[in-house]
């Protein structure tokens, strides 16, 4: 894994250019079986994710993963 980030959670800036920051996302958590997932170890295993509420603003939904998710190939 190259280019990773090195923080554990927020802030990020969300695909369309919004900062992820507290009060502008709402965090959740989705289970995964991805690498990155897996990764995290035992009843850790998905990612927590944001929805970030500028986006829902303009109606669109944006939801941002942390790990990254990578689908299986
Ligand atoms: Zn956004
Ligand atoms: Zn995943």
Known sequence: MSAA???DHV???CPRGHPIVPGEMIVSWSPCVC???VA???GRQGHRTYLCL???DERRTTLCY???HVPAS
Do not use: N, Q
Request: net charge neutral.
């Open 5 to 7: 980030c090195p923080h």
């Open 11 to 13: 802030p990020f800036v």
């Open 35 to 37: 690498a990155p997932s």
């Open 40 to 42: 995290l170890g035992e």
């Open 54 to 56: 500028a986006c829902k």
């Open 66 to 68: 942390l790990p990254a």
